[in-house]
């Protein structure tokens, strides 16, 4: 009785998660509700403050201890807790969530950026727990990343390091809402997946996806015609992994990682994207490190991203 835990959020563009996880890993409870940042930051920050009123009550009757908070959290956030920019969140642009986190809960406090906070997670609890290095890649609505060296998240000097997802892997192609045009994840995401299926179907080509009107089709009904054996959606997820690849090479050479772990909604296609990806790194890398890294798929699902903060949380804990 009386384990330590952590309340741990996954916050995103559209839902917020809280949850109470143990050292472990163990997910205890879970909540998820709309994030309501559409209406401005004190709703929202009201919001998190409800459900963990919520979550608390359950520790305090299930006699666990809470020692700390973690926050996951979509953008580009600094060492001290700020965000500096979060195209899903605006509202909290300049806000320094770590700080508010720790003064409201009166617990020490940790925040990260949702996709290190996967990558945490998979090196922890998940994939990637027998390896000290690896790259993860969230494959979501966008592109996130993670590396670990070193059995260390590598954050970078400002904190805003391993946004992989906007390698550039097409100079003159789609253009993407940071402002670069080609990058990874619009190629490789759902959301590109989906985009590259619309535009082979307004070129003539045949496809069981016809059936689906266009402002309805999503990445998964792309997936379930190229198990199907449709030959237009696994076109679709063959040049994902092309691209996913072009861009595993120049991680495989750049740092001879152990691993490449592949999560997030489109990870549950793995194996329609494991040819195309397999087939550039061995292409384009050096034999020795492309021989040794693994290609795997994340463990974790959607629980990567509280797993990740709450890991994280634990750690700042033991070091402190
Ligand atoms: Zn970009």
Same mark, same amino acid.
């Given at each position: 009785?009386?384990n330590?835990a952590?309340? %741990?959020?996954?916050?995103?563009?559209?839902?917020?998660?809280?949850?109470?996880?143990? %050292?472990?890993?163990?997910?205890i409870v879970?909540?998820? %509700?709309?994030?309501?940042?559409?209406e401005?930051?004190?709703?929202?920050?009201?919001n998190?403050?409800?459900e963990?009123?919520?979550?608390?009550?359950?520790?305090?009757?299930?006699k666990i201890?809470?020692?700390?908070?973690?926050?996951?959290?979509?953008g580009?956030?600094?060492?001290?807790?700020?965000?500096?920019?979060?195209?899903?969140?605006?509202?909290?642009?300049?806000?320094?969530?770590?700080?508010?986190? !720790?003064?409201?809960f009166?617990?020490?406090?940790?925040?990260?950026?949702?996709?290190?906070?996967?990558?945490?997670?998979e090196?922890?609890?998940?994939?990637g727990?027998s390896?000290?290095?690896?790259?993860?890649l969230t494959?979501?609505?966008?592109?996130?990343?993670?590396?670990?060296?070193?059995?260390?998240?590598w954050t970078?000097?400002?904190?805003?390091?391993?946004?992989?997802?906007?390698?550039?892997?097409?100079?003159?192609?789609?253009?993407?809402?940071?402002?670069n045009h080609?990058?990874?994840?619009?190629y490789? !995401?759902s959301?590109?997946?989906?985009?590259?299926a619309?535009?082979?179907?307004?070129?003539?080509?045949?496809?069981?996806?016809m059936?689906?009107?266009?402002?309805?089709?999503? %990445?998964?009904?792309?997936?379930?015609?190229?198990?199907?054996?449709?030959r237009l959606?696994?076109?679709?997820?063959?040049?994902?992994?092309?691209?996913l690849g072009i861009a595993?090479?120049?991680a495989?050479?750049?740092?001879?990682?152990e691993?490449?772990?592949?999560?997030?909604?489109?990870?549950?296609?793995?194996?329609?994207?494991?040819?195309?990806?397999?087939?550039?790194?061995?292409?384009?890398?050096?034999?020795i490190?492309?021989?040794?890294v693994?290609?795997?798929?994340?463990?974790l699902?959607?629980?990567?991203?509280i797993?990740?903060?709450?890991?994280?949380?634990?750690?700042?804990? !033991?070091?402190?």
């Open positions: 009785m009386n330590p952590v309340i %741990s959020m996954d916050i995103g563009g559209t839902n917020l998660r809280l949850a109470l996880v143990l %050292s472990d890993g163990e997910v879970r909540l998820q %509700s709309p994030c309501r940042i559409g401005g930051r004190m709703q929202f920050l009201e998190i403050c409800m963990y009123e919520k979550i608390r009550q359950f520790a305090e009757n299930a201890r809470i020692v700390a908070v973690g926050a996951g959290v979509p580009l956030i600094d060492n001290s807790g700020e965000i500096l920019s979060s195209v899903n969140l605006k509202p909290l642009n300049g806000f320094n969530l770590k700080e508010w986190l !720790s003064l409201t009166t617990l020490p406090a940790i925040t990260l950026n949702d996709a290190n906070a996967a990558a945490v997670a090196h922890s609890h998940g994939a727990r390896f000290s290095s690896l790259l993860h494959l979501g609505t966008g592109v996130g990343s993670g590396l670990i060296l070193d059995n260390r998240l970078g000097v400002d904190g805003v390091a391993a946004e992989y997802g906007h390698l550039t892997v097409e100079p003159d192609g789609r253009l993407c809402q940071c402002g080609g990058c990874l994840e619009q490789a !995401s959301t590109a997946i989906t985009l590259t619309i535009e082979k179907m307004k070129s003539g080509s045949v496809t069981q996806l059936d689906i009107a266009t402002a309805n089709l999503e %990445s998964s009904d792309v997936a379930k015609a190229a198990y199907n054996g449709d959606a696994l076109e679709c997820f063959e040049e994902a992994g092309r691209y595993a090479a120049g495989v050479n750049l740092l001879n990682p691993a490449i772990i592949l999560g997030g909604g489109v990870a549950a296609s793995f194996d329609l994207l494991v040819p195309a990806i397999m087939k550039e790194i061995k292409g384009r890398a050096f034999e490190p492309a021989a040794r693994k290609l795997l798929k994340g463990e699902g959607d629980n990567a991203g797993i990740g903060a709450a890991a994280t949380a634990f750690c700042l804990l !033991s070091s402190s």
